[in-house]
């Protein structure tokens, strides 16, 4: 389809063309921090749909309801006296220099709906499914633990005893606080025989979360980032499944321990939430200790 054609077509009827082109296929490119981080704009027609994603299946989206809010939203803007630019479609850059949508497809329908033929973009950097396996294969340790970025290691400082912030300007850009002595834990966590790998549903890229970790003395052995709208592939559970024989998942109430062949799990709860990273230690260290 033209740029004409986009603004005018049954959008459900151009997201299926679209998925029936190779630039929604195309690997994605890693893009450097300034450009990440400088507001910028994209030709509309250059925002491709990604068919992993629920808005791409015929049987659920696209949402006009939801398309049409984003309309309404939009025009209300521009009536301001100083109009705000819509939210930025979340992307990442295709090897032909193109765009594939990772979260935003409502809000760029509404916007081709409206006319515009440039529409703000935030690049992204994901780990993909590819360097997901790649990461678990190449690990020489035969056990696990994975922690939840946003839920688990970082917390309000206010009510989660956490460490201290990172000195300017570094938290400026990181601002994240971590629970308190989750460096130390990462430490002992290694010397026990564990790979460490970190998960987000955001889309806060993996060089960045290595950097905001590396202040706080943590090393993490995978990063899965953006899970917000991305499956976890068979491929991707077939990996870690024939490469740790145990897989280990902390969060801020309990640790749930797996036995991979034996298809057997365990939960073991946290008593003293104030003293997280210790106790994770703790109920590790036992678990470690019995399989000797």
């Known amino acids: 389809m033209t740029n004409k054609e986009l603004y005018s077509a049954d959008y459900k009827k151009y997201v299926l063309s679209d998925l029936e082109k190779d630039a929604c296929r195309l690997p994605a490119v890693k893009v450097g921090y ?41 025009i209300q803007q521009r009536r301001h006296t100083n109009p705000l630019l819509p939210e930025p479609v979340i992307v990442e850059r295709l090897s032909n220099r193109e765009y594939r949508i990772l979260n935003g497809h409502h809000r760029w329908l509404a916007m081709c709906r409206l006319g515009m033929k440039r ?124 490469n740790y024989r145990y897989i280990v998942h902390a969060d801020n109430e309990s640790v749930l321990w797996v036995e991979t062949a034996a298809k057997a799990f365990e939960t073991v709860e946290i008593n003293k939430p104030a003293d997280w990273s210790a106790q994770i230690g703790e109920i590790l260290q036992k678990k470690v200790n019995g399989l000797k």
């Not at 027609?45 to 939801?66: Q, S």
């Not at 994240?176 to 889309?203: C, P």
């Open 119 to 242: 529409v703000p973009i935030e690049l992204v950097n994901l780990t993909h499914e590819q360097e997901i396996v790649s990461a678990a294969e190449r690990s020489d340790r035969h056990m696990c633990v994975s922690f939840d970025l946003d839920e688990v290691l970082t917390c309000d400082a206010a009510v989660c005893p956490a460490d201290p912030p990172l000195p300017y300007p570094a938290n400026r850009f990181l601002p994240q606080s971590i629970r308190l002595n989750v460096g130390r834990l990462a430490e002992k966590l290694h010397e026990m025989g564990f790979d460490i790998w970190i998960y987000t549903a955001g889309y806060l890229s993996s060089d960045e979360i290595v950097k905001l970790l590396s202040f706080h003395g943590i090393k993490a052995d995978g990063i899965i980032n953006g899970l917000k709208n991305k499956r976890v592939s068979s491929a991707v559970t077939n990996a870690f499944r024939q």
């Open 34 to 74: 300034l450009m990440r981080k400088l507001k910028r704009k994209a030709r509309t027609f250059k925002l491709h749909p990604n068919p992993d994603d629920d808005f791409c299946n015929p049987e659920i989206g696209p949402n006009y309801g939801i398309v049409g809010d984003y309309v309404q939203h939009i």
